[in-house]
């Protein structure tokens, strides 16, 4: 049994981690080391808000196949079943991840009312808003048939 590279840790070191970036070499610490030295770790780190996302869209493109097939997980608002597209709805929409299709109308309709063309004719700026909070409502309003539609 391979003990932990920490200095007076007794601990088995199964968990292997790198010396330095691309190096073979490794340290072998125990799960609570381990964690320690990979608290400060960012995946993203010196990458601005463009290539984060498109880093994060060529993974999840890549890593599809591996994903598990929605009819055989639990589904339903809150657990983690919303989509990237769902969220960015929700959040135009003003609202938290577990909110029932019921708040969703309620925020729609409140926030249509206040940038609809015909409140504010003319308006450029107000009718780019309208769109996209119909487009967030069109987005939620699909998941909500097929969650019920599965159900």
Known sequence: MRLCDRHNCEEPGDCPAPK???????????????????????????????????RQKSENSENAGYSEAAHYS????????????????????????DADFDAV????????????????????EAALEFQKIQVAYEVLKQAEERRVWKG
């Open 20 to 54: 330095s970036p691309n190096s073979p070499d490794r340290w072998y610490f125990c799960q609570k080391h381990a964690a320690e030295y990979n608290k400060g770790w960012d995946y993203f780190e010196g990458l601005d808000k463009e290539e984060a996302a498109a």
């Open 74 to 97: 639990w589904m339903g608002s809150g657990d983690g079943s919303r989509s990237d597209d769902e969220m960015r709805a929700l959040e135009l929409l003003d609202l938290q991840a």
């Open 105 to 124: 109308k309620k925020s729609f309709r409140t926030k249509a009312k206040a940038v609809h063309p015909d409140v504010k004719p003319g308006d450029a």
